[in-house]
């Protein structure tokens, strides 16, 4: 790499830490192509980003960042996630973790908050954004269906005591 494609990877680097809320760190030595191309697929299907980065540009990129407390995590052969979603990312790179012995969790920062990877691992057990969206959608919605149905519950009442009036009224009447 010149000196130019290092100052565009580093100024790459510092855009994606200045949009992204989540950064794991991993070490990745001894991963065959196949499993690097296995990981990357997963995490592009959570909607996040995998790439391995030279641990000298990427400390450079963290300067001035709320992701800066992870620089001591930079040595080795690392490799860098990121994703707007931070349970998702986190997800995918533990439960990959976990069939392959080879990715080891070095840690992360979400915001400005550094993860060890018990950290890391504490938050892929938490449900996704999606998930927690929906739940709050449930919790909304199962007030609202009881309101409603109560407010309907007294009309009917009524409806059938006017029904049993008029067939007593009917009756009476032959």
Avoid: C, H
């Amino acid at each position: 790499m010149n000196r130019t494609e290092k100052q565009a990877a580093v100024a790459a680097l510092a855009a994606v830490f200045a949009e992204t809320s989540m950064v794991v760190v991993t070490q990745n030595a001894g991963l065959t192509v196949a499993d690097v191309t296995d990981l990357r697929r997963k995490v592009r299907a959570a909607g996040a980003t995998y790439k391995v980065a030279k641990n000298r540009l990427a400390t450079l990129a963290l300067d001035g960042t709320q992701f800066d407390g992870i620089k001591p995590m930079l040595k080795g052969p690392t490799a860098l996630a990121w994703a707007a979603d931070p349970v998702a990312v986190a997800k995918v790179i533990v439960e990959f973790a976990k069939t392959n012995d080879k990715l080891v969790l070095v840690g992360g920062s979400l915001g400005s908050q550094v993860l060890d990877a018990n950290g890391l691992k504490a938050l892929a057990e938490l449900p996704s954004l999606d998930a927690l969206r929906a739940q709050l959608v449930g919790l909304i919605s199962t007030p609202a269906t009881r309101i409603a149905g109560v407010v309907q519950a007294p009309a009917g009442q009524l409806a059938r005591v006017f029904g049993v009036y008029a067939k007593t009224g009917e009756a009476e009447a032959a």
